[in-house]
């Protein structure tokens, strides 16, 4: 079985900083892993995804994570944020690719302030 | 496209009713999932379906809970009868296929008092 752990459940910054959302995961097989982000009343939309290959994913937004296996963490990363970057942003993994049995964490929220 | 379409957008009703909660999958997806997000759980996946099919609902609360998808365009979730500890706010996501990411639509917001 696998299982999420988001670090941080709130991230408060200022416009125009760095961000880094931690996310460390636990899996006896090999995983694919998902960043997922949350705008108010809104459902979940893919920001970017880990399948194989290079360890740098980058997505949409001006984000990117990387896979770290000894560490089993891919932490979401952006070189500064902006006001519509607020939301909710949601680490999940899968062993199976795709997303039967897509487990999520408990999500972070980012706040970002003028 | 349209993306994925629940309705309604927000539920209120008292303990003891009938619920049921609706959802269009977008057009030409295989899988439909339905989820429940709370502060205290997160986003649980109570069911999930393959071409209509239902394939793993072990994360349907209990009885009272039940989903059904009589066709490639449409699906139910119904709880009966609804406590107050089901409220939350229900999502139904679909996707192309087992290796495709998931669409989200913008949820039910269920109250019941």
């Avoid at chain 1, 997922?36 to 001006?62: A, F, R």
């Avoid at chain 1, 000894?70 to 999940?92: G, M, N, W």
């Avoid at chain 2, 393959?50 to 066709?71: C, L, Q």
């Amino acid at each position: 079985a696998q299982s999420v752990t988001q670090l941080d459940s709130q991230v408060p910054v200022f416009e125009e900083a760095p961000v880094e959302l931690r996310c460390n995961y636990s899996s006896s097989v090999s995983v694919y892993l998902f960043w997922y982000v949350q705008y108010p009343n809104q459902g979940l939309q893919l920001l970017l995804k880990y399948l194989s290959g290079s360890t740098l994913v980058k997505g949409i937004n001006g984000f990117e994570a990387e896979f770290n296996k000894s560490q089993t963490s891919f932490h979401l990363r952006k070189p500064s944020v902006h006001i519509s970057d607020t939301a909710e942003y949601f680490c999940a993994v899968s062993s199976q690719g795709g997303s039967e049995k897509l487990v999520f964490g408990k999500g972070t929220k980012l706040t970002v302030n003028p | 496209d349209a993306g994925v379409i629940q309705s309604p957008r927000h539920e209120v009703t008292e303990m003891g009713q009938e619920v049921t909660l609706r959802c269009k999958p977008i057009s030409g997806h295989n899988s439909l999932f339905w989820y429940r997000q709370t502060m205290m759980r997160g986003l649980e996946l109570l069911i999930y379906f393959n071409n209509n099919v239902p394939i793993d609902d072990s994360g349907m609360p209990e009885d009272r809970f039940s989903a059904k998808m009589p066709n490639a365009s449409f699906s139910t979730l119904k709880i009966q009868p609804s406590e107050p500890r089901d409220s939350a706010v229900y999502f139904c996501a679909s996707s192309l296929s087992s290796n495709s990411p998931l669409h989200f639509g913008n949820g039910t917001r269920l109250t019941v008092t």
